[in-house]
């Protein structure tokens, strides 16, 4: 089936607008159904032309407009566009309109959920609010009056500093906010409830005193103490890392249960996901712990890169989110472990990007095109983005990179600017020539690095040929050459790292690769070294190198870097897994042998590095191994992966028990050596669990029962999916038993139970989503289980009959309707049916086609469907 696809946008057809505004005035009349907005703008005819003023506006009652305080009916309108004919220059324009927000399930513009109203901007949501020129390059300053019942809305929040506020004898009252700095309409923020509110100070490197204030939902404050001290922390680590000031006297996050995202950076007034704002040690994991940290961190990083300096046009959004992924990343380096950081982010790379790579939405991180902006907030756009930023700081250096920052923020501060003005001035202020790495922006694909070697023993010459190519993707069938950092190490046969330095690229243990083949040689080598490859997986490649198990081996004991000594683990289990997906009756004894060897050793990292340990003890995932093979046989892999891991589970039962025993930890506290002691602890339950240990049942009760924090309860509960059936449904009962009132937590159990592997899970479904506290409206509570369950849920979700493709299809329909980008996010899995057995490719297709069959098929899924049913393998 071929499905004609809407006309796209593209990069190429930018034009400047043909106004601008200086100035915003907006008046909110808050009403749960019929909320009055009255926008007034200063406007500017852009240049000398003769074209009408067109405003976006969706999903919006037009209830008057005023030229210069004069009335006017001679206007164009349609469902997106009010187009005003005027010769005016400068002029007022006076825009009234009426909004439902209790009817917003969209979760865009403004909307009211949970009893209080949110707004949610990004990428067009401005436009459900108000006809406006809603793009990022019209900056304004912004003056936002909110009236509201005062009992029931007691906080009336907008971006900026506090400048007025009174008291109406209807019960009323009103705030006015002020923002002296020019944003687009994007960053516009509006937060209208009842509260419990946590306050707090932090000094700046200047000396200015900035409020903090944390709004959460009644009842949450004690949860709320660590965002703010994480906060604070993002405050200062920027000012020390960047020399980047907080530039407002307050700074405002508002938590919200309702929210498609996890965060937004709106200027002085963040809206956060409640889950990435509240936790204590009761009801928060570890990983909940480390997320607030981390997204607290990157949205308070957007206020400079995003915020101060922001995007000319969406296709420019890797500039902001790029660049402000790897600031956080290297945030939460500095705050936690490094390496088990760094491993965390190749991971998402490994797993997720290389997957989107591989299919029809393949784009670079600079898209060419696109027919729905929600769809550009990819993995590839952030994270991929993320690494092309982080090897321009390894190719840069610390400093030359702090240079480039500096300079980029000199010239562009208070602009909307694009991809190429960044990448500028990091040239301008190092004298590097990055003309060729500009091609990261503009190419799609994950490259792959081909690395062959020759040694001659009689002259010592050893020589390393490093050879790059990039498959065609979706949107592109040809490609270049990319400018790659590539480092690596040689090691010899004592585990020294090898220094020559005749060889500039060994010494510096790097070299750059810019053409399809390049070549280094050592001279006066007594035995052939082992390349460890991709040190810190310093650019977001593949690698192939005929690795013999020893070599693995030998950089797991003795490679310098921490990453490369997990990636040989990764690989030799990889190399374990493949081998018996591809040869389940005949075995290869002597690479599960090595293996096994390998993995005993890593126990002895648990004392002295046990974040290095936790990570090698663990296999691959299903996700990681599927981007490792040109046609996916699921049971195969999947039952593969789990006999490897069962494998390691029995011959090393001992080892983990002692393992478990050992890391003892007292009441529980949020630091690095506990969580390191805890994921050791956890990771030892589940391989005694699934190799079952005699102790394992004992184990998980007593566990259970004594726990008194989250990451334990949920270890227990994780490490019982790989047991008996009926024990993990008694722990879960109980488990909800306890938690069913606390929403963040109930998240966790839905998917516990979407991702848990059982033949009748197809039936255990349609009783969770018939589960009183589960509500299509709610994202959070949809990821949970239909994300859950399409994403992580192999066997289940890729069931041969197709049956988990057509539960998803038909949810997909359902929330076409509620929450079109949330459906849009979840329908990912099925859009990658490329690499699947031609039988689940006809499956997954035959959906896809019912989806797009629907005649209100919103954007967000035309587009992703559409490019996905049209897709043709180059």
Excluded at 336 to 361: G, Y
Aim: charged share 25%; with cysteine; glycine share 4%.
């Amino acid at each position: 089936m071929t499905v004609s696809s809407p006309v796209a946008k593209k990069r190429s057809d930018y034009q400047t607008p043909d106004f601008l505004i200086s100035h915003v005035d907006m008046v909110f009349h808050l009403d749960v159904v019929k909320t009055r907005v009255i926008t007034t703008s200063q406007i500017t005819r852009n240049g000398q032309h003769d074209r009408p003023l067109v405003l976006d506006g969706e999903s919006i009652k037009l209830v008057s407009v005023a030229l210069n305080e004069d009335a006017i009916h001679d206007y164009s309108l349609n469902d997106e566009q009010l187009s005003i004919q005027t010769t005016e220059s400068t002029f007022t324009l006076c825009v009234e309109t009426e909004i439902n927000p209790s009817e917003n399930k969209t979760l865009e513009g403004l909307y009211f959920s949970a009893g209080a109203y949110c707004t949610q901007c990004e990428a067009e949501g401005f436009r459900k609010i108000t006809y406006f020129l809603d793009r990022p390059d019209v900056l304004a300053k912004y003056d936002v009056t909110i009236f509201a019942d005062k009992e029931r809305y007691p906080h009336l929040l907008s971006n900026g500093n506090q400048i007025g506020k009174g008291q109406l004898d209807d019960g009323r009252h009103w705030v006015k906010w002020q923002d002296p700095f020019n944003k687009p309409s994007y960053l516009f923020a509006l937060v209208a409830g009842d509260f419990d509110l946590l306050t707090d100070n932090f000094i700046t490197q200047s000396g200015r005193n900035v409020l903090l204030e944390l709004y959460v939902d009644k009842g949450a404050l004690d949860k709320g103490h660590h965002a703010i001290a994480s906060l604070k922390k993002a405050m200062a680590w920027d000012e020390e890392v960047f020399g980047l000031e907080y530039d407002l006297d307050i700074y405002m996050v508002v938590a919200v249960d309702f929210f498609n995202m996890g965060a937004m950076e709106n200027k002085g007034l963040n809206v956060f996901n409640s889950k990435f704002v509240l936790a204590d040690a009761q009801s928060a994991t570890d990983d909940d712990f480390f997320n607030i940290e981390a997204v607290i961190g990157h949205e308070y990083f957007h206020n400079w890169t995003g915020n101060r300096v922001t995007c000319r046009d969406w296709f420019q959004l890797s500039l902001k989110e790029g660049l402000t992924v790897f600031r956080d990343q290297q945030f939460s380096a500095d705050m936690s472990s490094p390496v088990f950081n760094r491993i965390k982010n190749v991971q998402i790379i490994r797993e997720h990007q290389f997957a989107e790579d591989a299919s029809a939405m393949a784009h670079p991180i600079r898209p060419e095109e696109v027919i729905e902006m929600n769809n550009f907030y990819t993995v590839t756009v952030y994270d991929k983005g993320a690494e092309v930023i982080r090897m321009m700081h390894t190719l840069l250096g610390v400093d030359g990179f702090r240079k480039g920052v500096d300079l980029y923020f000199e010239r562009f501060d208070g602009q909307a600017v694009t991809c190429d003005d960044f990448v500028q001035a990091m040239q301008d202020a190092t004298d590097i020539d990055l003309t060729h790495f500009r091609l990261w922006y503009s190419q799609s694909g994950t490259p792959k690095v081909t690395v062959t070697d020759t040694f001659e023993q009689s002259s010592g010459r050893y020589t390393l040929t490093f050879t790059q190519s990039t498959p065609p993707t979706a949107d592109q069938a040809q490609k270049h050459a990319l400018h790659i950092p590539f480092k690596f190490e040689l090691l010899d046969q004592q585990g020294m790292s090898i220094s020559d330095d005749s060889v500039p690229e060994l010494e510096a243990k790097m070299i750059e690769l810019t053409q399809a083949k390049h070549e280094i040689t050592v001279s006066g080598l007594s035995e052939k070294p082992t390349p460890s490859l991709l040190l810190n997986f310093s650019a977001p490649v593949k690698v192939d190198y005929p690795y013999s198990h020893q070599q693995l081996s030998h950089i797991i004991l003795h490679s310098s870097d921490e990453f490369s000594r997990w990636d040989a683990s990764q690989s030799l289990y990889s190399r374990c897994i493949h081998s018996l997906a591809t040869a389940p009756d005949s075995p290869d004894e002597e690479l599960f042998d090595s293996m096994l060897v390998a993995v005993s050793g890593m126990f002895e990292l648990a004392d002295s590095n046990p974040a290095l340990a936790a990570a090698m003890l663990s296999v691959p995932s299903f996700e990681t191994l599927s981007q490792q093979v040109d046609e996916i046989q699921v049971e195969a892999l999947y039952h593969a992966q789990r006999s490897i891991r069962n494998l390691i589970a029995t011959s090393l039962s001992e080892k983990w028990l002692a393992l478990y025993n050992k890391q003892i930890t007292g009441p529980y506290q949020y630091d690095a050596d506990d969580v390191d002691k805890r994921r050791l602890r956890n990771l030892s339950l589940s391989y005694l669990v699934q190799g079952d240990s005699p102790q394992a049942s004992e184990l998980l009760l007593a566990q259970f029962a004594s726990a008194d924090n989250m990451t334990d309860s949920l270890g227990v509960l994780k490490a019982a999916q790989y047991g008996p059936v009926d024990q993990f449904d008694h722990l879960m009962f109980q488990f909800e038993e306890r938690w069913r009132h606390d929403p963040l937590v109930l998240d966790k159990w839905f998917a516990l139970h979407a991702n848990m592997e059982r033949s009748d899970i197809l039936a255990r479904l349609p009783l969770l989503l018939s589960h009183e506290k589960f509500s299509l409206d709610n994202p959070n509570r949809v990821r949970s289980v239909l994300g859950s369950f399409a994403f992580y849920n192999v066997l289940g979700f890729h069931a041969i009959d197709g049956s988990g493709y057509q539960f998803l299809a038909d949810y997909i329909l359902k929330l076409n309707s509620v929450n079109p980008q949330v459906a849009a996010r979840i329908i990912t899995p099925l859009t990658q049916w490329q690499k699947f057995d031609p039988k689940r490719q006809e499956l997954m297709r035959y959906q896809l086609a019912r989806i797009a069959d629907c005649k209100t098929l919103s954007k967000d899924l035309i587009e992703k469907v559409t490019k996905s049913l049209n897709y043709t393998a180059h």
